[in-house]
């Protein structure tokens, strides 16, 4: 999916493997990888490069992957 911020858009991957949800997620230097068990946590672990930005890209993730 694509998350959309104000400055810019970052391209994720999101899937459950053995209870556990993996996501990763595009950036200039290359894939960051996150693992939670729920998927916004996972999410938030592999924004973590945008610093600045991942409240409002987490503000874009379809409500039936919000929960926590």
């Known amino acids: ?9 970052v391209d994720v991957r ?7 949800w993996l996501a990763s997620a595009d950036t200039p230097a290359g894939p960051s ?3 939670a068990w729920f998927p916004l946590d996972a ?3 592999a924004l973590e490069p ?12 379809p ?3 919000a929960w926590r």
Request: aromatic content about 6%; charged content about 20%; glycine content about 8%.
């Open 43 to 45: 999410l938030q672990a």
């Open 63 to 65: 409500p039936d992957l």
């Open 50 to 61: 945008f610093d600045g930005a991942v409240d409002e890209l987490l503000a874009a993730v």
């Open 14 to 20: 999101l899937m459950q493997l053995n209870g556990r």
């Open 33 to 35: 990888l996150g693992a």
């Open 1 to 9: 999916m694509r998350l959309v911020c104000s400055d810019f858009c």
